[in-house]
Antibody, heavy 119, light 108 residues
Framework: QVQLEQSGTEMKKPGASVKVSCKVS????????MHWVRQAPGKGLEWMGG????????IYAQKFKGRVTMTEDSSTDTAYMEVSSLTSDDTAVYYC????????????WGQGTMVTVSS | DIQMTQSPSTLSASVGDRVTITCRAS??????LAWYQQKPGKAPKLLIY???NLESGVPSRFSGSGSGTEFTLTISSLQPDDFATYYC??????????FGQGTKVDIK
């Protein structure tokens, strides 16, 4: 069963960038379709983007296009999600999530990474 | 992007109650709908995929139905472990996805 381990808590100032990592175990990152979801304090889940295996490209939610970049490093089996131009509205827990083999919806999630944006 | 609307936003129920949560899509999504359960401080847990398929290991008291634009999650007999927040998600792995705003199930 695939496992995901995320990087630790981050504190950033407005205008900065943050890069969250998601280490894949028991599979190679290129075998998986990785998605990113965030949750602001006391709020609901928000899908940010994910890998489309049909055309091999990242699909981003409209509101994050141009400000969020999702990448993978096959040498370390790690996925990354970077958010630039941070504001206080980006304060949230960020999750990576993926589909295990034969799954049709994200069934494996990382533990979450808390990102706080404050001056 | 397709918008997902859940109702109610909060539901108060007792152990043993039958509970139904509704999710509506702004346009047809066929059966590309998943349901998740989330408890405080934890990552979401997949319950149902493709509208009506029970994820392995999920108790049979959970069921999903619907297609097109209207979907339901039903808990046939609410158990103490089921008090949580539930989210629907349009997901098909090849187009933008979106979550409903969530339904919190709490103790009456």
């Amino acid at each position: 069963q695939v496992q995901l381990e995320q990087s630790g808590t981050e504190m950033k100032k407005p205008g900065a960038s943050v890069k969250v990592s998601c280490k894949v175990s028991r599979y190679t990152v290129t075998d998986l379709s990785m998605h990113w979801v965030r949750q602001a304090p006391g709020k609901g889940l928000e899908w940010m983007g994910g890998f489309d295996p049909e055309d091999g490209e990242i699909i981003y939610a409209q509101k994050f296009k141009g400000r969020v970049t999702m990448t993978e490093d096959s040498s370390t089996d790690t996925a990354y999600m970077e958010v630039s131009s941070l504001t206080s509205d980006d304060t949230a827990v960020y999750y990576c999530a993926t589909l295990s083999i034969f799954a049709v919806a994200p069934d494996v999630w990382g533990q979450g990474t808390m990102v706080t944006v404050s001056s | 992007d397709i918008q997902m609307t859940q109702s109610p936003s909060t539901l108060s129920a007792s152990v043993g109650d039958r509970v139904t949560i509704t999710c509506r899509a702004s346009q047809s999504i066929n059966n590309w709908l998943a349901w998740y359960q989330q408890k405080p401080g934890k990552a979401p847990k997949l319950l149902i995929y493709k509208a009506s398929n029970l994820e392995s290991g999920v108790p049979s008291r959970f069921s999903g139905s619907g297609s097109g634009t209207e979907f339901t999650l039903t808990i046939s007999s609410l158990q103490p472990d089921d008090f949580a927040t539930y989210y629907c998600q349009h997901f098909n792995n090849y187009s933008p996805c979106s979550f409903g705003q969530g339904t919190k199930v709490d103790i009456k």
